[in-house]
């Protein structure tokens, strides 16, 4: 098993809709949890950061995490086209940093 | 955005010869990483340093080795280059166990 697992997508939403990405993860220690954001060609840049069971509000970006369930999502209200792009899940167990392969998000005018 | 530097940013080699690439960081963050990216992979951890002179192995280590000498470099060696070693390779940073990371800007390497 993988320590943390993505849909790979790609995922495809219509302008304006919600884009519900989704991440779990295999070890229990882990506190800290992220999500990047990485266009093509580019360096991944952190969006969200969550540390706490719940739901954390950043604009348009809600990030969820269970720690129970060892499952974190993150919500993109009003999608836009600048959306697209590759989402990639991370988690630190143990001082190691370690990704997800990334789910792609395609927005279509 | 955190002061990471990678470099070169591009590079081409032969199979066979060394190749080391540098990850400079002006942030004095105590953990640096480097990480591989290849199509259908995501980012796979290659080795990470909680310290000057402190490296663990990640997931994919083999052929790779490292060194950091100061809070601010963080070196990564492929012995012998292999075609399998074509790759983009990424460096991030944070400042402490469990908080945010940073990247660099990203080597793309070409072993011929």
């Known amino acids: 098993q993988k320590e943390v697992e993505q849909n790979s997508g790609p995922l495809s939403v219509p302008e304006g809709a919600i884009a519900s990405l989704n991440c779990t993860y295999s070890?229990?220690?882990?506190?800290?949890f992220f999500w990047y954001r990485q266009y093509s060609g580019k360096s991944p840049e952190l969006i969200m950061s969550?540390?706490?069971?719940g739901d954390k509000e950043d604009g348009r970006f809600t990030a969820q995490l269970n720690k129970a369930s060892q499952y974190v999502s993150l919500l993109i209200r009003d999608s836009q086209p600048s959306d697209s792009a590759t989402y990639l899940c991370?988690?630190?167990?143990?001082?190691?940093?370690?990704f997800g392969q990334g789910t792609e998000l395609s927005v279509k005018p | 955005d955190a002061g990471i530097t990678q470099s070169p940013r591009h590079k081409v080699t032969e199979t066979g010869t060394p190749v080391t690439l540098r990850c400079h960081q002006t942030e004095n963050h105590r953990y640096m990483y480097w990480y591989r990216q290849d199509p259908g992979h995501g980012l796979r951890l290659i080795h990470y340093?909680?310290?000057?002179?402190?490296?663990d192995k990640g997931e994919v280590s083999d052929g790779y080795s490292v060194s950091r000498s100061k809070t601010e470099d963080f070196l990564l060696t492929l012995e012998s280059a292999t075609s399998s070693q074509t790759s983009v390779y990424f460096c991030?940073?944070?400042?402490?166990?469990?908080?945010?990371?940073?990247f660099g800007q990203g080597t793309r390497l070409t072993v011929v």
């Open positions: 070890d229990r220690v882990s506190q800290s």
């Open positions: 340093s909680y310290g000057v002179k402190d490296t």
């Open positions: 991030a940073t944070n400042p402490g166990q469990n908080t945010e990371a940073f």
């Open positions: 991370a988690v630190i167990p143990g001082g190691k940093l370690i």
């Open positions: 969550i540390y706490s069971n």
